[in-house]
């Protein structure tokens, strides 16, 4: 095998956005490349190592032995190594064998700008290129319209591992298998988007993907990544978004990881009371070191540009933004105002955010963000850290604890679903039933509610309707759209064979129509985020257990009134003050026989009348089934 021969794809201005930490698209410089120096083809490796006194590639074609092929250290101090071997190509295994300044320690690393790594518990990177050819330009141009923040944004998420497996090896499906069932099903239930629990390489199932290893490849566990891209392709043919779980939080200490990877702290924070994470038991990034944010940032626009994706659901942002996060007295250092906030992870969230944005305009970034943090879905130009949405935690938390309560205590509890109107409009809020929901003894959706089979199944119907009509975007957990009994097990597939069972039918064609409805409805979706699109009628009537509020569109024509009853008490001849004249149309009944509901609680359509109620000049008489959502809509 010949020599490394001295060559860069870095020019000087490379160097200084590097350094400067602007440097947002480091994939096309550091990792490997195949490419051809003076007629001859090989691979050109960089990797940054500064206190490295020697950096060795090792691999498949040099019997994984150090010094046979040693990379070049840069003349300019940016401790960027780097060098072409010619002859390394396409699926050629390789590491870094970093033989450091500190202790003569010696390290041996996969490639951080790795496209493609072994399958787990192989930890070797892969040299490779694809010639995908991308059919989605349809898509792409006018993305702007499906990722806007006025239009209908319904997520599915998904682990790829265990949505669906083969049953008889119980093996995972490929990319390519899930480009078409996948898809197929997602098309089929009238989702707008798929969010996918971490793609990128990880190297512990039970992590769910959480705990990185490689930020730019792939998991090889479905495939290769020109196999991804061709979910992604697929699902955009279809007219589907797709978001990536993204986790700039932390990351795993994994021998072949980031962590203490040129022999020094050189991605996580060296302190650790800002470098490790408790609960995790991971190490967080040094959000104030320039060159770990063009890392993370690059990061974030390579998905956005090599993957076409649609958006980021970043991580645990609460654990950045906040020092003493899962820490007792005397475990954190104050910010050097003497607060609690990591005024270096909020800076990078901002770059991140406005990186992402002028380069991207049509996506979304969305922040998994538990606390009460000012302005995270506001623009960094007035102060916000520039997330296109924020999950409502406070909604979950508080709906599905009013749910679980069986009905005749609800009345003391209204409390808990009018709380979320005081606040909702302060984010662009998205509502969430995530994974989290349905792991660790939490049950699952289905297992939380009270009653009887029937009660249990109607109370499901009617916590997604409330859900669905609520000001906000939503997202579903796999199964959840279904009922399934037991809770999430990333080991196996979701309980498919439950939809034979009418009650698990019921619901998950309740979410086919809801999302074809959500979707269809501009009331639900104009305004979702602003005070302007929601307005109570009744909240107070506690007694029964009845809300009563309107969604409104651009067009006051569009609004929708909608009466949820959280009783198994029908409520005939109740009475509702409307907005004007007109006449009242039923559009959705989530009690309807197709759903598992009783059938018997129908609308027809009716006059209003003059007679006041509730504040109101005009009224009419409703019909709302038990623990069911009815929806009306002025008749034109």
């Given at each position: 095998?010949?020599?490394?021969?001295?060559?860069?794809?870095?020019?000087?201005?490379?160097?200084?956005?590097?350094?400067?930490?602007?440097?947002?698209?480091?994939?096309?410089?550091?990792?490997?490349?195949?490419?051809?120096?003076?007629?001859?083809?090989?691979?050109?490796?960089?990797?940054?190592?500064?206190?490295?006194?020697?950096?060795?590639?090792?691999?498949?074609?040099?019997?994984?032995?150090?010094?046979?092929?040693?990379?070049?250290?840069?003349?300019?101090?940016?401790?960027?190594?780097?060098?072409?071997?010619?002859?390394?190509?396409?699926?050629?295994?390789?590491?870094?064998?970093?033989?450091?300044?500190?202790?003569?320690?010696?390290?041996?690393?996969?490639?951080?700008?790795?496209?493609?790594?072994?399958?787990?518990?192989?930890?070797?990177?892969?040299?490779?290129?694809?010639?995908?050819?991308?059919?989605?330009?349809?898509?792409?141009?006018?993305?702007?319209?499906?990722?806007?923040?006025?239009?209908?944004?319904?997520?599915?998420?998904?682990?790829?591992?265990?949505?669906?497996?083969?049953?008889?090896?119980?093996?995972?499906?490929?990319?390519?298998?899930?480009?078409?069932?996948?898809?197929?099903?997602?098309?089929?239930?009238?989702?707008?988007?798929?969010?996918?629990?971490?793609?990128?390489?990880?190297?512990?199932?039970?992590?769910?993907?959480?705990?990185?290893?490689?930020?730019?490849?792939?998991?090889?566990?479905?495939?290769?990544?020109?196999?991804?891209?061709?979910?992604?392709d697929k699902l955009h043919q279809n007219d589907i978004g797709i978001i990536l779980d993204w986790v700039p939080s932390h990351f795993p200490e994994d021998a072949h990881g980031l962590g203490f990877f040129d022999g020094s702290a050189l991605y996580e924070h060296p302190d650790r009371r800002k470098g490790y994470h408790p609960d995790w038991k991971s190490l967080i990034f040094n959000y104030g070191r320039n060159e770990v944010k063009s890392f993370l940032i690059s990061n974030a626009?390579?998905?956005?540009?090599?993957?076409?994706?649609?958006?980021?659901?970043?991580?645990?942002?609460?654990?950045?933004?906040?020092?003493?996060?899962?820490?007792?007295?005397?475990?954190?250092?104050?910010?050097?105002?003497?607060?609690?906030?990591?005024?270096?992870?909020?800076?990078?969230?901002?770059?991140?955010?406005?990186?992402?944005?002028?380069?991207?305009?049509?996506?979304?970034?969305?922040?998994?963000?538990?606390?009460?943090?000012?302005?995270?879905?506001?623009?960094?130009?007035?102060?916000?850290?520039?997330?296109?949405?924020?999950?409502?935690?406070?909604?979950?938390?508080?709906?599905?604890?009013?749910f679980a309560k069986e009905p005749i205590y609800r009345r003391f509890h209204q409390n808990d679903l009018t709380f979320s109107m005081t606040y909702a409009f302060t984010e662009n809020f998205m509502l969430p039933l995530s994974h989290d929901e349905v792991v660790y003894g939490k049950h699952s959706i289905l297992g939380r509610m009270p009653g009887d089979e029937w009660q249990r199944f109607a109370n499901l119907r009617l916590l997604y309707s409330y859900m669905f009509t609520h000001?906000?975007?939503?997202?579903?957990?796999?199964?959840?759209?279904?009922?399934?009994?037991?809770?999430?097990?990333?080991?196996?597939?979701?309980?498919?064979?439950?939809?034979?069972?009418?009650?698990?039918?019921?619901?998950?064609?309740?979410?086919?129509?809801?999302?074809?409805?959500?979707?269809?409805?501009?009331?639900?979706?104009?305004?979702?985020?602003?005070?302007?699109?929601?307005?109570?009628?009744?909240?107070?009537?506690?007694?029964?257990?009845?809300?009563?509020?309107?969604?409104?569109?651009?067009?006051?024509?569009?609004?929708?009134?909608?009466?949820?009853?959280?009783?198994?008490?029908?409520?005939?001849?109740?009475?509702?003050?409307?907005?004007?004249?007109?006449?009242?149309?039923?559009?959705?009944?989530?009690?309807?026989?197709?759903?598992?509901?009783?059938?018997?609680?129908?609308?027809?359509?009716?006059?209003?009348?003059?007679?006041?109620?509730?504040?109101?000049?005009?009224?009419?008489?409703?019909?709302?089934?038990?623990?069911?959502?009815?929806?009306?809509?002025?008749?034109?």
């Amino acid at each position: 095998m010949a020599e490394v021969i001295v060559h860069s794809l870095f020019t000087d201005f490379d160097i200084n956005l590097f350094k400067s930490g602007k440097h947002y698209r480091l994939y096309e410089k550091f990792g490997s490349h195949i490419i051809t120096v003076n007629g001859v083809e090989g691979t050109y490796f960089a990797v940054w190592a500064p206190s490295a006194k020697s950096v060795s590639v090792i691999g498949d074609f040099n019997f994984w032995l150090e010094g046979d092929h040693k990379l070049n250290v840069r003349w300019d101090e940016s401790g960027i190594w780097e060098g072409f071997i010619p002859g390394v190509g396409k699926g050629n295994l390789y590491k870094y064998k970093i033989h450091s300044h500190h202790n003569d320690i010696k390290t041996e690393k996969a490639d951080p700008y790795a496209r493609r790594c072994e399958h787990p518990p192989k930890t070797a990177s892969i040299v490779w290129e694809d010639d995908y050819k991308w059919k989605d330009s349809k898509w792409m141009k006018k993305r702007k319209d499906h990722n806007a923040l006025d239009a209908p944004f319904s997520v599915y998420e998904v682990h790829l591992g265990s949505w669906k497996k083969k049953v008889e090896e119980n093996k995972f499906l490929t990319y390519e298998e899930l480009a078409k069932d996948l898809v197929t099903y997602v098309k089929d239930m009238n989702f707008t988007h798929v969010e996918l629990m971490p793609v990128m390489e990880y190297p512990y199932d039970p992590s769910w993907g959480y705990q990185l290893t490689g930020y730019f490849a792939p998991t090889s566990r479905f495939g290769y990544p020109e196999g991804f891209k061709l979910l992604v392709d697929k699902l955009h043919q279809n007219d589907i978004g797709i978001i990536l779980d993204w986790v700039p939080s932390h990351f795993p200490e994994d021998a072949h990881g980031l962590g203490f990877f040129d022999g020094s702290a050189l991605y996580e924070h060296p302190d650790r009371r800002k470098g490790y994470h408790p609960d995790w038991k991971s190490l967080i990034f040094n959000y104030g070191r320039n060159e770990v944010k063009s890392f993370l940032i690059s990061n974030a626009i390579f998905w956005l540009d090599q993957y076409h994706a649609d958006g980021l659901r970043v991580d645990a942002v609460a654990s950045m933004l906040f020092l003493d996060y899962s820490r007792e007295d005397g475990e954190w250092e104050p910010n050097m105002f003497g607060g609690r906030e990591n005024l270096e992870a909020i800076s990078f969230m901002r770059e991140m955010n406005e990186a992402v944005y002028s380069t991207f305009p049509d996506v979304q970034t969305i922040a998994e963000e538990s606390t009460a943090f000012p302005m995270v879905s506001k623009p960094t130009s007035i102060g916000g850290l520039g997330f296109g949405m924020k999950w409502m935690m406070g909604w979950m938390h508080d709906t599905l604890q009013y749910f679980a309560k069986e009905p005749i205590y609800r009345r003391f509890h209204q409390n808990d679903l009018t709380f979320s109107m005081t606040y909702a409009f302060t984010e662009n809020f998205m509502l969430p039933l995530s994974h989290d929901e349905v792991v660790y003894g939490k049950h699952s959706i289905l297992g939380r509610m009270p009653g009887d089979e029937w009660q249990r199944f109607a109370n499901l119907r009617l916590l997604y309707s409330y859900m669905f009509t609520h000001p906000g975007t939503n997202l579903l957990f796999q199964g959840a759209e279904f009922g399934q009994s037991g809770e999430w097990n990333f080991q196996q597939s979701l309980d498919w064979h439950l939809l034979q069972y009418d009650p698990h039918k019921g619901v998950q064609t309740l979410i086919k129509d809801l999302n074809k409805f959500y979707s269809s409805e501009p009331a639900l979706y104009q305004k979702q985020f602003s005070g302007e699109g929601f307005e109570w009628i009744d909240y107070n009537d506690s007694q029964n257990s009845v809300l009563l509020y309107i969604r409104k569109g651009n067009d006051t024509d569009d609004d929708l009134i909608v009466a949820c009853n959280m009783t198994p008490i029908p409520k005939g001849n109740y009475k509702m003050g409307v907005p004007r004249k007109g006449k009242l149309k039923e559009i959705f009944n989530s009690d309807l026989k197709k759903y598992f509901g009783t059938g018997m609680y129908k609308n027809k359509t009716q006059t209003v009348k003059t007679e006041p109620w509730q504040y109101r000049d005009y009224s009419v008489e409703i019909n709302i089934p038990p623990l069911g959502m009815v929806a009306f809509k002025y008749s034109k």
